[in-house]
């Protein structure tokens, strides 16, 4: 059976988001942590580049989740906020979305969601 015609129906509820973000969020606190540490004793970065490639795949999952496209200078919104987080903003249509908190990008993703279903 092919599944060239497969339709994505996965969803994700704004609680089960948000407990994504948390596990995230504890991963980054104790990699900075551990960073600090390595730095006091020696020059060192630390980044464990497995755990490090587990988070970006797990934002592009929820990316695709979300309909939030790829951009090729920052990944989708959810990398960007990752990374840019807690001064990530994005300006849509001359409004901007200040995405200070995983609740913050999830409501400013569910309507995006919900803006392009209205144009379909």
Request: aromatic share 12%; hydrophobic share 35%.
């Given at each position: 059976?092919?599944n060239?015609?497969?339709?994505?129906?996965?969803?994700?509820?704004?609680?089960?988001?948000?407990?994504?973000?948390?596990?995230?969020?504890?991963?980054?606190?104790?990699?900075?942590?551990?960073?600090?540490?390595?730095?006091?004793?020696?020059?060192?970065?630390?980044?464990?580049?497995?755990?490090?490639?587990?988070v970006?795949?797990?934002?592009?999952?929820?990316?695709?989740?979300?309909?939030?496209?790829?951009?090729?200078?920052?990944?989708?919104?959810?990398?960007?906020?990752?990374?840019?987080?807690?001064h990530?903003?994005?300006?849509?249509?001359?409004?901007?979305?200040?995405?200070?908190?995983?609740?913050?990008?999830?409501?400013?993703?569910?309507?995006?969601?919900?803006?392009?279903?209205?144009?379909?």
């Open positions: 059976m092919s060239e015609n497969f339709v994505n129906t996965v969803s994700i509820t704004k609680e089960e988001f948000l407990d994504v973000f948390k596990t995230i969020e504890k991963y980054q606190k104790h990699s900075d942590v551990l960073d600090n540490a390595i730095r006091t004793v020696g020059d060192g970065y630390f980044m464990f580049d497995a755990a490090e490639s587990l970006s795949t797990i934002c592009k999952l929820l990316g695709i989740i979300m309909d939030s496209p790829e951009d090729p200078n920052y990944g989708n919104d959810i990398e960007y906020y990752i990374y840019e987080s807690p990530a903003s994005i300006t849509v249509d001359e409004k901007e979305y200040k995405l200070d908190s995983p609740e913050a990008l999830y409501d400013y993703l569910y309507e995006m969601k919900q803006l392009s279903n209205k144009e379909v």
